[in-house]
């Protein structure tokens, strides 16, 4: 069943309150952004001036394109820009900082009529593109997450449904977008998803998303580890209750990983 729903963007801020009492947080502000059709936001950041950039997608017209707006520390907008192909609708799905102080923007993108590409969107500090690159094949390629490693390149993860089932996408790139090495992870018995990247401290990369390997009636968290060349080293699955899925991943200061994600323990919760 499809819904058709109009969607304002909203960012609320809340104060931290480690000694509170009550489960309400106070809000400081809350500001809302769009027009008069649908207006979503997918990823937020601090940026270095105490304001904030988020990206999502806005439809000024008949289709989607990815949206890049800056606040102040007040949630007023500063700028924001728009970023789109004239074939398909394309979303925003991570915002993160480079080392030049400038953003990069991961997603997808309609490169072409009924082809979906992941997207990677380098803009300068006030939002102009510096470069535009497109990742795929000749079906639907998402960018879900990107990170910005030692060597100034990226690491990108996300999912590609080029075959019978959706798998693993993992990307490296330099730093001015060009494919280095491009890797799949999964099989066609299995529906496995990518959603997070992240570097570890010996020069490898981590994706983690959910599989259904091992089980065709329930996802685990999927975990994979690779070398700096992109070749897979070990994987480790978590679950075995009912549907599991990995949303992001961290090395911490201790050496050890630590994973956030979600389960369902009842037919109607996770």
Partial sequence: MKFKALSILTLIILIAAPQMTTAQSDTLWTKIYGGSDDDVGRSVLQTNDGGFIFTGYTKPSGLKDIWLVKTDSNGNEEWNQTFGTDNENDYGYQVIKTNDNGY?????????????????????????????????????????????????????????????????????????????????????????????????????????????????????????????????????????????????????????LIIVGGTQFSSSSY
């Avoid at 990307?171 to 494919?179: A, I, Q, R, Y």
């Fill in 104 to 256: 990069v923007i991961v997603g997808e993108a309609g490169n072409a009529p009924n082809d979906q590409d992941v997207v990677l969107i380098k803009v300068d500090s006030d939002g102009n593109e510096i470069w535009t690159q497109y990742y795929g094949g000749s079906s639907t390629d998402i960018g879900q997450s990107v990170y910005q490693t030692s060597d100034n390149g990226y690491i990108i993860g996300g999912t590609t449904f080029g075959g019978s089932t959706p798998l693993f996408k993992f990307l490296k790139v330099d730093s001015d977008g060009n494919e280095i090495w491009n890797q799949t992870f999964g099989n066609n018995s299995s529906n496995d998803y990518g959603n997070s990247v992240c570097e570890t401290s010996d020069g490898g990369y981590l994706i983690i998303g959910n599989t259904s390997l091992i089980d065709q009636a329930r996802t685990d968290i999927w975990l994979i580890k690779v070398d700096s060349d992109g070749n897979e080293i070990w994987n480790q699955t978590y679950g075995g209750v009912s549907y599991s899925f990995g949303n992001d991943v961290q090395e911490i200061s201790d050496g050890n």
